[in-house]
Nanobody, 121 residues
Framework: QVEVVESGGGLVQPGGSLTLSCAAP????????MGWYRQAPGKQRELVAV???????KYGDSVKGRFTISRHNTDNTAYLQMNNLTPEDTAVYYC???????????????WGQGTQVTVSS
């Protein structure tokens, strides 16, 4: 059973911006870190950004300075603001939850369908 729902993907030109959303039940959102991952064609899924319950964040090297992860407790939603997008950011983006220190290797949730982000002119 998939507990989170991703949305917000689409087609954007290089240099453009997109914001992804991840909605989760309160019992999950209030107790776990939230993370964004991506998988490009022919590549392994990688962790893009994580935000802890206390809003501590960390980012993958390829997105530092361009992407911002946030969490809004009022609507149990995590966001990924993506700026200055490049074709290399093209991938399916997934959301998951778990313990902050192990999100890279061991998120706790099932994988959903994700949301496609395509960066192309």
């Amino acid at each position: 059973q998939v507990e989170v729902v991703e949305s917000g993907g689409g087609l954007v030109q290089p240099g453009g911006s997109l914001t992804l959303s991840c909605a989760a039940p309160r019992r999950i959102f209030g107790n776990y870190a939230m993370g964004w991952y991506r998988q490009a064609p022919g590549k392994q899924r990688e962790l893009v950004a994580v935000i802890g319950v206390g809003s501590t964040t960390k980012y993958g090297d390829s997105v530092k300075g361009r992407f911002t992860i946030s969490r809004h407790n009022t609507d149990n939603t995590a966001y990924l603001q993506m700026n200055n997008l490049t074709p290399e950011d093209t991938a399916v983006y997934y959301c998951n939850f778990g313990y902050y220190i192990s999100m890279a290797d061991s998120p706790l949730g099932s994988w959903g369908q994700g949301t496609q982000v395509t960066v192309s002119s």
